[in-house]
């Protein structure tokens, strides 16, 4: 069961939401197109972290920082903070069938051309401290196709 809620969970942080209601003030700027995305997910319960990479036509000239949220169901933002291209938030997700309750900080930012961010999540799972780290940075390769 644990192996499986590990999974589960992890699968949840790296695939990420792709969509979600955010304030206008909070979107960060980007230039529209293809991008190279890069994800790493460690956690402290497995010793070798989730690499990932995919191809993701951005079609907004504005990114969504929402889209980092692990479960945009079970999961909320408070304390946006906004600065230039860059963003922070705290993250509060109550838990549901494929995640742990959990808390957490996101950092997001973007260039004309790049977004990157970091969400640092802390959880429990039978007694013990879970704590899973996910990274990404994105580059843009062209027009979309």
Do not use: H
């Amino acid at each position: 069961m644990r192996k499986i809620l590990l999974s589960l969970m992890i699968f949840t942080l790296t695939a990420g939401a792709y969509t979600a209601a955010w304030a206008e003030n909070t979107m960060l700027e980007l230039t529209p197109g293809m991008y190279t995305i890069e994800r790493v997910t460690s956690t402290n319960l497995k010793p070798e972290p989730i690499k990932r990479t995919e191809q993701k036509c951005i079609k907004e000239s504005t990114y969504d920082p929402t889209t980092a949220l692990p479960d945009k169901e079970n999961c909320s933002v408070k304390n946006e903070k906004k600065t230039g291209n860059k963003i922070t938030f705290d993250i509060d997700c109550k838990g549901g069938p494929q995640m742990l309750p959990m808390t957490g900080t996101a950092v997001i930012s973007t260039t004309d051309s790049t977004l990157s961010w970091e969400l640092n999540m802390k959880g429990m799972m039978e007694d013990q401290e879970v704590t899973v780290t996910s990274k990404g940075n994105g580059k843009r390769t062209g027009d979309c196709k």
